[in-house]
């Protein structure tokens, strides 16, 4: 409250020139988000019988300059009541935002921090930082949070990718920053040594798994054989290609003109019947089933393997 109250009833007293570099050697650094009498006394000792957290005004934005002129200076001494003996020779004082040179060791710590939610990568994750910018920036503490990381158009472990992140300082203020890295891992996918044909279920035959490197947050590759076997690909996919899981359907439990069975539920009535699918379908699935004895078509729910349900 002293800030405003005292920008209210003296609004003469601060003749600030904001954003301006000061025609001085050297600014001091300041991490506040204001600017105290005490830091101004750190280069006017005169300053030092103010109230050391009189506020001044508000501290500049990174890469900026804030200079507090010698006459403003003294008009502020005098309302607090300082002696007027040694006021007019006062200099101007000149705050900058402490800032500081990133090192590549603290964005790549960042980085792997964030991996897997905090925990650091495993042994077959390679990090390595390809550049970053800016070189300097506020000081505080380096974030690269996972929601920053862009994720490249390729497979190839060799590609760079994009991660933007901040630097954190003063009252949860965030000054942006940006890295190319490289970021691979050996791991394993799923390769057709047959061609695949649409709507045909893949069999155990027909695919080989293999290792090989690639971008570590590459999930389009099928990793094992269980995610492919027994499934249907929905576009044809050539021999020696690599299965995308993209590229793939679970197989109907129910494929049309099976003979399944059919459960019927009415109440406390219960009838077991076969019937023929007309339509194919997944588990949960409504297809359209045709009784053999009546011819009468009607819907069921696919229950599970050559099983459907009426309720």
């Known amino acids: 409250m002293i800030f405003f109250e005292t920008i209210m009833a003296l609004p003469f007293l601060l003749a600030v020139a904001p954003n301006v570099v000061a025609p001085l050697d050297g600014c001091l650094p300041i991490q506040d988000e204001r600017i105290y009498a005490r830091d101004v006394a750190a280069a006017v000792p005169a300053f030092a019988n103010v109230p050391a957290d009189f506020a001044l005004g508000y501290a500049p934005a990174p890469g900026t300059r804030r ?18 003996d040694g006021l007019e ?38 990090m390595e930082l390809r550049s970053f910018s800016p070189q300097v920036a506020p000081q505080g503490i380096v974030v690269f949070p996972r929601s920053g990381l862009q994720l490249p158009a390729t ?21 942006s920053i940006s890295a190319r890295a490289h970021i691979s891992t050996t791991t394993t996918r799923v390769v057709a040594v047959a061609d695949l044909s649409v709507g045909n279920v893949v069999r155990e035959d027909q695919v080989r798994l293999e ?10 590759p099928a990793r094992n054989l269980d995610e492919v076997v027994g499934f249907v690909p929905r576009t044809m996919i050539r021999s020696g ?21 059919v459960e019927v539920t009415a ?20 297809i359209l089933v045709k009784n053999l004895t009546s011819g009468k078509d009607f819907r069921a729910r696919v229950t599970g393997k050559g099983k459907v349900s009426v309720q």
């Open 211 to 220: 290792t090989f490197d690639t971008f570590a947050l590459d999930d389009r």
């Open 89 to 126: 020779a006062l200099p101007d004082v000149c705050f900058e935002r402490a800032m500081t040179t990133l090192e590549a060791g603290e964005i790549l710590e960042a980085m792997r921090g964030a991996w897997g939610a905090g925990s650091v990568p495993g042994p077959d994750v390679h």
């Open 155 to 175: 497979s190839d472990p060799q590609a760079d990718v994009l991660w933007r992140g901040y630097v954190l300082y003063g009252n949860n203020r965030r000054f």
């Open 267 to 286: 109440g406390g009535a219960h009838l077991l019947f076969e019937g023929r699918a007309e339509t194919e379908g997944v588990a949960g699935k409504t």
């Open 67 to 84: 200079v507090f002129k010698s006459d403003a200076l003294a008009r502020v001494a005098r309302n607090q009541g300082v002696a007027a």
């Open 241 to 261: 290609a690599m299965v995308l899981r993209s590229q793939l359907s679970r197989a109907p439990e129910v494929a049309r003109g099976d003979v399944v069975k």
